[in-house]
């Protein structure tokens, strides 16, 4: 894999982790069926050797930066990182961008960034723009809304308050 092509590639991962919150497991297994962009829509599935953590397809809308970037290098189907590699051995694993992540980290003074914090700030940019705490727990794949009430404190002030 070229160098270029290789930035992309984690250019691809933190956009999926920053304007889409998906987890690290989800990144690596992302694929270009997943990505409808003509509707805008994001589409999380299960498929052979991956299993979603809440075993639910979910639906995230296509935020149009992570659009942007993808559609250049867009494929029909397939992973959107490298394909499953042979270790020689028999054993065949999925690409885990971890070495070419931290190594971009580490060239911005990011190391404390992980792809966790990625999808923690997905999560916290919606909640301060005043992205209901339903719609974050739905577009992050929360079983229970509960989760998202970290986020809560984010908040701004509600106008619906004035609404009587």
């Not at 028999?90 to 960034?113: H, Q």
Request: charged fraction near 25%; include cysteine; proline fraction near 3%.
């Amino acid at each position: 894999m070229s160098l270029r092509v290789q930035k992309h590639s984690i250019a691809c991962g933190f956009a999926l982790g920053i304007f889409a919150g998906l987890r690290k497991n989800e990144i690596v297994n992302a694929r270009w069926e997943w990505l409808d962009f003509e509707r805008r829509l994001l589409t999380l599935a299960s498929h052979d050797g991956f299993e979603l953590k809440d075993s639910e397809t979910r639906t995230i809308p296509l935020h149009e930066r992570l659009a942007a970037l993808m559609e250049p290098q867009r494929r029909e189907k397939g992973f959107v990182f490298a394909p499953e590699k042979d270790s020689g051995n028999g054993y065949r694993y999925r690409y885990d961008f971890k070495r070419a992540f931290n190594t971009v980290l580490k060239e911005a003074g990011l190391e404390w960034v992980t792809p966790p914090v990625l999808r923690h700030t997905f999560a916290s940019q919606l909640a301060m723009a005043g992205v209901s705490l339903n719609k974050i727990s739905k577009w992050l794949g929360h079983s229970d809304v509960k989760t998202t009430q970290i986020y809560a404190h984010l908040q701004t002030h509600d106008e619906d308050i004035n609404r009587f």
